[in-house]
Nanobody, 116 residues
Framework: QVQLVESGGGLVQPGESLRLNCVAS????????SGWYRQVAGQERELVTS???????TYADFAKGRFTFSRDKSKNTWSLQMNRLRPDDTAVYYC??????????WGQGTQVTVSS
């Protein structure tokens, strides 16, 4: 089992930045993929970014050039730096981990609202 806790969401104005953080605990040695997803109200959850243990990094088109994923394996934490935020980035953001046995774990989500 892996437990994930996000923090860092909030209300920002368009063009501003926000950093989300995720702390993993439990059986973290078996994490094969770490990343972030988001869910806009009324829509399906979608991938923002992910990173495999082998170093393969994936970004959604909307995240490329604006969002940056980073992970500190020694501290079992990972972050999502979001720059030049737009109103359509408003969503609940979820930290995600996928184990080597393909079990998927989720944090509780953190709300990001971009509005003037």
């Amino acid at each position: 089992q892996v437990q994930l806790v996000e923090s860092g969401g909030g209300l920002v104005q368009p063009g501003e930045s926000l950093r989300l953080n995720c702390v993993a605990s439990g059986n973290t040695l078996n994490i094969g993929v770490s990343g972030w997803y988001r869910q806009v109200a009324g829509q399906e959850r979608e991938l923002v970014t992910s990173l495999t243990e082998g170093g393969l990094e994936t970004y959604a088109d909307f995240a490329k050039g604006r969002f940056t994923f980073s992970r500190d394996k020694s501290k079992n934490t990972w972050s999502l730096q979001m720059n030049r935020l737009r109103p359509d980035d408003t969503a609940v953001y979820y930290c995600n981990a996928i184990s080597l046995r393909a079990n998927s774990y989720w944090g509780q989500g953190t709300q990001v609202t971009v509005s003037s």
